[in-house]
């Protein structure tokens, strides 16, 4: 079978998640070592929650040139929004 990268864009959820990164902000970055950070819809901002409520949203995993998978998840705030 013939795989083909997938590309932001195949998202199906792209243009809601879109609208959660461009009216947020990323808040503070962990001290753990793991390259995660805060990220924060503003309240009283009137766009559509990802899902009902906190946890995780979506799992991503992508593949570069390093030896290493890149892995990305994504988490929602008790309102649904991105965080």
Same mark, same amino acid.
């Given at each position: 079978?013939?795989?083909?990268?997938?590309?932001?864009?195949?998202?199906?959820?792209?243009?809601?998640?879109?609208?959660?990164?461009?009216?947020?902000?990323?808040?503070?970055?962990?001290?753990?070592?793991?390259?995660? $950070? !805060?990220?924060?819809? +503003?309240?009283?901002?009137?766009?559509?929650?990802?899902? /009902?409520?906190? =946890?995780?949203?979506?799992?991503?995993? $992508? !593949?570069?040139?390093? +030896?290493?998978?890149?892995?990305?998840?994504?988490?929602? /705030?008790?309102? =649904?929004?991105?965080?």
């Amino acid at each position: 079978m013939d795989r083909h990268p997938a590309r932001t864009t195949d998202l199906p959820f792209i243009d809601p998640l879109s609208e959660q990164i461009a009216a947020g902000k990323i808040g503070e970055l962990c001290q753990c070592g793991c390259e995660g $950070f !805060a990220f924060e819809v +503003s309240t009283g901002v009137t766009i559509p929650p990802l899902q /009902d409520g906190a =946890g995780l949203f979506y799992a991503l995993a $992508f !593949a570069s040139n390093f +030896s290493e998978e890149i892995d990305m998840l994504l988490f929602t /705030d008790e309102c =649904g929004c991105l965080s």
